[in-house]
Nanobody, 113 residues
Framework: QVQLVESGGGLVQPGGSLRLSCAAS????????LAWYRQVPGSQRELVAF???????NYADFVQGRFTISRDTGKSTVYLQMNALKPEDTAVYYC???????WGQGTQVTVSS
């Protein structure tokens, strides 16, 4: 069975950092482009970043220069390093296998003083 499990969320102050992880199982990890999305209650889920099978990365304008997506094939895990966090980054963050409807349960990120 396909399973995606996010972790690493929490409460941080503005300007702080968090590193999110998404551990995948039940898939050939190297065959999938992986993405991070986020969602605020009452709003649509929006793309944050993705990383291709070849390691090419892409970012939404609102996180460019602050967030970094990476993947570890040996651990079947995709990461999102988030620096210089802003209150508007507060959301539930989800990982996704691009082109599929496979999602993790999400991890809450709250940026507040």
């Amino acid at each position: 069975q396909v399973q995606l499990v996010e972790s690493g969320g929490g409460l941080v102050q503005p300007g702080g950092s968090l590193r999110l992880s998404c551990a995948a199982s039940g898939i050939v990890f190297r065959a999938w482009t992986l993405a991070w999305y986020r969602q605020v209650p009452g709003s649509q889920r929006e793309l944050v970043a993705f990383i291709s099978t070849g390691g090419t990365t892409n970012y939404a304008d609102f996180v460019q220069g602050r967030f970094t997506i990476s993947r570890d094939t040996g651990k079947s895990t995709v990461y999102l390093q988030m620096n210089a966090l802003k209150p508007e980054d507060t959301a539930v963050y989800y990982c996704n296998l691009h082109g599929s409807q496979y999602w993790g349960q999400g991890t809450q990120v709250t940026v507040s003083s």
